[in-house]
């Protein structure tokens, strides 16, 4: 799974999405990418599911990028624990995604195959997206 190498802190608070991205909200390598219109968390499991799609359908011809990287560590407390106690050991990580921000993008597919595969990505999350075009 996909994890930072190094971090300066352990544990993170959650924190909370104030407005639509600005950085990163336009295809810069593709021809077409997946861009998010909910705010929310990405898995590293997640994306490793939609890289092993991309990573399929581009095999022959085609290229894919991912936008985004888990960064954000995810605590979770042990099933029949009592409150209190501190905060719970780091589960997983997540990728904070506000609305607006394009996820992955696609170059060298037809129009056709490039939506099929990014419809089937879409699939694979947790939120809304919209397939776009450059």
């Known amino acids: 799974m996909l994890a ?6 352990r544990k ?10 600005t950085k990163g909200d336009k295809i810069n390598f593709g021809s077409f ?4 219109m909910d705010p929310g968390w990405i898995k590293d499991r997640q994306i490793e599911s939609v890289r092993v799609v991309l990573a399929r359908a581009t ?11 888990p960064d954000k560590p995810y605590t979770k407390k042990p099933p029949e624990v009592t409150m209190g106690a501190g905060k ?10 506000s609305p607006g921000r394009v996820l992955f993008e696609v170059d060298g597919l037809s129009d056709e195959a490039s939506r099929k595969v990014l419809k089937s990505v879409a699939a694979k999350l947790a939120m ?5 075009q450059k």
């Open 12 to 21: 993170q608070f959650r924190g909370t999405w104030r407005r639509i991205a």
């Open 128 to 132: 809304n997206t919209k397939i776009v």
């Open 59 to 69: 095999r022959k011809e085609g290229k894919y990028w991912i936008r985004i990287f």
């Open 33 to 36: 990418g997946i861009k998010a």
């Open 88 to 97: 719970g050991d780091v589960a997983y990580f997540v990728a904070s995604v």
């Open 4 to 9: 930072p190498k190094k971090q300066k802190h």
